[in-house]
């Protein structure tokens, strides 16, 4: 331990807490990973199972100190086709638990499936459909060789926020959690953040509420920024982006704070950042949607991780949040909010496509009365 932090002391490329338990000191993410590499051998982070087959056998054999022939006779006895509570001319069905059984283990089994059996309550869709996003990323080969992820690559783990325009925002688990590889930059964590505020159709409909609106927010502002250690990483991949975080460098130097430094999203990978481990950064977009980010954990890829470079950034959790309804149905999700509107419960109100023009127009679609109406996102539409 003492030799450890004597070595983190001498070596700023080895993460040390700042805050004890809470995170770390800054630190540049690429050379976190070499020095893993200088200290590793290549079998220890190798994707290859280690010695396949006869090298395994050889290399147990003598580790345990035994000869080739009680080696072959450990084989036989230990194998799975010794292992039976069947009799052998059975085939056996590995979801029925014999009833008689003396094994501890199918006892428990056993009391556990007879326990699962008497539970009335289902999976839902998003949990069957998290199952489903596991099971088909654990482990994962591409099918290209191209897109596999090198060995020594590090993965982090990324856990962004809801803006925290809703006090109940504050108190909720990460929005989403991503794993993104050190080869990929900023952008692709960018495109992989889901927030509803970029798919705001903008305008008043009120009078027209068929027409489609011509945009929605992501296309028409482009502009973003991710906050790092002091530099602010602006995605400036078209022509329309302007640089956001200027009002802020501006702002800040005429009060005497720190110097900001700017750089491209675009041009940043993830192993070219200096961060600390734990502690919370900035995503702006939508000029004032703001989310948290904290980096939790940087490590190295192992043989169990999805090695296909495509997959990523991978989503590994979703927060789920109770959509808004329809204030007269309270059944289907809103789609149209009015303000001024005397047919309304409350101003601002959030109405389903099908209540919203039942209550304002009439059978000829003309508009009742005097209100101001806008579609509306709701945040829970794309749990
Ligand atoms: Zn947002
Ligand atoms: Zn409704």
């Known amino acids: 331990m003492a030799a450890s932090k004597r070595l983190c002391a001498s070596n700023a490329n080895i993460p040390d807490y700042e805050y004890s338990d809470v995170n770390t000191k800054p630190f540049h993410i690429g050379s976190f990973r070499e020095e893993w590499l200088k200290r590793l051998k290549l079998k220890d982070y190798s994707f290859q199972q280690e010695g396949d087959g006869d090298a395994f056998d050889a290399n147990f054999a003598r580790e345990m100190g035994v000869g080739a022939e009680i080696m072959a006779e450990l084989k ?62 654990v482990s994962r080969n591409p099918e290209a060789v191209t897109d596999f992820i090198p060995e020594g690559e590090v993965i982090l783990t990324l856990n962004v926020y809801y803006p925290a325009t809703f006090e109940k925002f504050l108190y909720v688990r990460p929005h989403m959690t991503l794993l993104v590889t050190g080869s990929h930059r900023l952008t692709d964590l960018r495109d992989a953040i889901c927030c509803v505020s970029d798919l705001q159709a903008c305008g008043e409909l009120s009078n027209n509420p068929d ?11 482009k502009s973003a920024f991710f906050f790092f250690e002091g530099v602010f990483y602006n995605d400036m991949r078209f022509p329309e982006c302007q640089d956001i975080s ?29 961060v600390k481990v734990g502690f919370p950064y900035l995503y702006c977009h939508q000029g004032d949607c703001e989310h ?24 590994i ?37 099908k209540c919203f023009r039942m209550l304002h127009y009439d059978a000829a679609g003309n508009k009742l009365g005097d209100f101001q109406a806008y579609p509306y996102v709701d945040r829970g539409a794309f749990n």
Not at 79 to 90: A, T
């Open 292 to 315: 948290l980010v904290i980096i939790t954990d940087v490590r190295l890829a192992h043989k169990d991780d999805c090695l296909d470079k495509e997959l990523y950034p991978l989503l």
């Open 76 to 137: 036989s006895v230990c194998s799975l086709d010794s292992l039976r509570c069947y009799p052998e001319n059975q085939e056996p069905d590995a979801d029925v638990v014999p009833p008689d059984s003396t094994l501890k283990t199918l006892q428990q089994r056993k009391e556990k499936q007879d326990y699962k059996a008497t539970l009335k309550v289902t999976k839902n869709r998003h949990d069957l459909y998290a199952d489903e996003l596991e099971r088909s990323t």
């Open 246 to 274: 200027l009002t802020i460098i501006e702002w800040a130097k005429a009060r005497n704070f720190p110097d900001y430094r700017q750089a491209k999203m675009e041009d940043t990978r993830f192993v070219d950042l200096t």
């Open 211 to 221: 027409v489609a609106p011509d945009f929605i927010s992501k296309d028409h502002f």
């Open 317 to 353: 959790h979703k927060h789920r949040i109770l959509t808004q309804k329809c204030a007269v149905c309270h059944i289907f999700i809103g789609r149209w909010f009015t303000t001024n509107d005397h047919f309304a419960p409350s101003d601002p109100c959030v109405f389903c496509d």
